[in-house]
């Protein structure tokens, strides 16, 4: 009676170790994979984009395993269903890879406050304002509020002019997004900064053509010493 030998393993236990691990590696997916497509037949899709045909889910699976890939339903409401043979783990990875690099791009817009009194002397206005157009500067949307306080809510008129006031010195880099409103004690507006837009460059001059008629003054002298 013959014996087996311990490194004589049939190469199908390999294939289930790579699936198993694949498995693993790609779970909580957004797309059907592998075991999970039961479809009756689905249109298949080769690794280097080539059209493989209509046939079963299983004749697919066995397909993507052969090559070591995965298979992946990329248009389920198809009828039938595309699947394409690849990677997805390594797929995975690079669509990872570049929502990070999107986020990374992305410019958070912050939104800065500015706070002043309705007795606010001119000093302390100027500054607020130089920090207002600060924060606009750097593309950030800006809140400027005003307290009352006491009998102050007797003159909310006073802080309806220092905040349009406000709102004028910074005109030529900011847009009124929302009006001064008195809500409660705090009256408050919103301005948002005006998008950059690059220098336009000067255009060039156009060559003139010189009047045929008119002759240099060298050309002219030398006709009038010939003669």
């Known amino acids: 009676m013959s014996s087996c030998g311990a490194d004589a393993v049939h190469p199908y236990f390999f294939h289930v170790l ?19 497509i039961r479809d009756k037949e689905v249109r298949l899709i080769g690794v280097d984009g080539e059209q493989l045909g209509i046939m079963s889910s299983e004749e697919a699976l066995r397909i993507a395993t052969e ?30 890879k570049k929502e990070k690099e999107a986020k990374k791009n992305q410019r958070v817009i912050e939104i800065k406050e500015i706070r002043m009194s309705p007795s606010i002397d001119t000093n302390d206005f100027n500054t607020k304002l130089k920090n207002g157009q600060k924060f606009l500067a750097e593309g950030n949307r800006l809140k400027v509020s005003i307290r009352f306080r006491g ?77």
């Open 18 to 36: 790579l699936r198993l691990w694949r498995w693993a590696t790609i779970a909580n997916t957004d797309h059907q994979i592998n075991e999970e």
């Open 67 to 96: 090559q070591e890939y995965d298979l992946v339903k990329i248009a389920p409401g198809s009828n039938p269903p595309v699947c394409r043979i690849m990677d997805y783990g390594k797929y995975r990875f690079e669509q990872t």
């Open 151 to 227: 009998r102050e809510m007797a003159h909310t008129d006073i802080g309806g002019v220092i905040l349009r006031d406000f709102a004028a010195k910074c005109a030529d880099i900011a847009n009124l997004d929302k009006a001064p409103k008195l809500e409660g004690r705090n009256m408050s507006m919103f301005l948002s900064p005006k998008p950059q837009t690059a220098p336009k460059k000067p255009a060039k001059p156009k060559p003139t053509k010189s009047d045929p008629a008119e002759a240099p003054a060298g050309e002219a002298n030398n006709e009038a010493d010939e003669s």
